[in-house]
């Protein structure tokens, strides 16, 4: 069974401060894709990143930046310099990969981050 | 680009009611999925079709039922509506890859509350 825990369930920062998500992992598959998602006030899910299991290259987009770490089943996320406008929460998921279309995603419980001015 | 669309995006419904909630994946996606998020919660996976037929199958109760049209939209259907399925529902879409496994894009949702 696939497992997804982010410990910290809030996270509350001062604008500019940069912050970290955890977000650890339990599956039984040796091919697994990992993603984040944004959940702003508004409600919608925004996708974030995609990685797959044998690609531990961490990633940097702009300010958010991504680390994955296989010997510890970890995929942190990384906010630097954070901004009013990442208040949300944010959800890792899991999928497993294989030849099926239409894998289901489990989420961990999410983080609300809230950055203040 | 264009997006996953839901409608309606609200709706109020009685207990004992019926509720059908659709879904237009974004244009050229083959697979759909549905998941349930409730207050407070994470989404949890609901069904996914591809290509028209189910795919995979999680915690959808026996009440509520799903199907995708030829033209790749999906519906969900539910009956006997009871107050715990309050919830806000994301419809996803994906276009299929070979040999791995699909980036979900949602819709905005369609918030259900049950009176």
């Known amino acids: 069974a696939q497992k997804v825990t982010q410990a910290q369930t809030e996270i509350s920062v001062v604008e500019k401060e940069d912050v970290t998500l955890d977000c650890v992992y339990e599956?039984?598959?040796?091919?697994?894709?990992l993603f984040w998602y944004k959940q702003p006030p508004s409600g919608e899910l925004v996708f974030l990143i995609r990685?797959?299991?044998?690609?531990?290259q961490n990633e940097i987009s702009g300010r958010y930046s991504w680390n994955f770490q296989k010997s510890t089943s970890s995929f942190n996320f990384t906010i630097t310099a954070s901004q009013v406008v990442d208040s949300a929460v944010y959800f890792c998921a899991l999928s497993e990969a294989d030849n099926n279309a239409g894998n289901m995603l489990t989420f961990g419980g999410g983080t609300r981050l809230m950055v203040k001015p | 680009a264009a997006g996953v669309i839901q409608s309606p995006r609200h709706l109020i419904k009685e207990k004992r009611e019926t509720a059908t909630l659709k879904c237009y994946p974004i244009p050229r996606h083959d697979t759909v999925y549905w998941y349930q998020q409730g207050p407070g919660q994470d989404p949890q996976f609901l069904i996914s079709f591809y290509e028209k037929m189910q795919s995979d199958k999680g915690s959808i109760p026996d009440r509520f039922s799903a199907q995708q049209f030829s033209d790749y939209h999906s519906e969900l259907n539910m009956s006997s509506l009871e107050l715990g399925d309050s919830a806000l529902y994301f419809c996803?879409?994906?276009?299929?890859?070979?040999?791995?496994?699909?980036?979900?894009?949602f819709g905005p949702g369609t918030r259900l509350t049950v009176l």
């Open positions: 599956t039984r598959d040796t091919t697994y894709y």
């Open positions: 996803a879409s994906s276009s299929r890859e070979a040999g791995g496994t699909d980036t979900q894009y």
């Open positions: 990685r797959n299991s044998f690609d531990e």
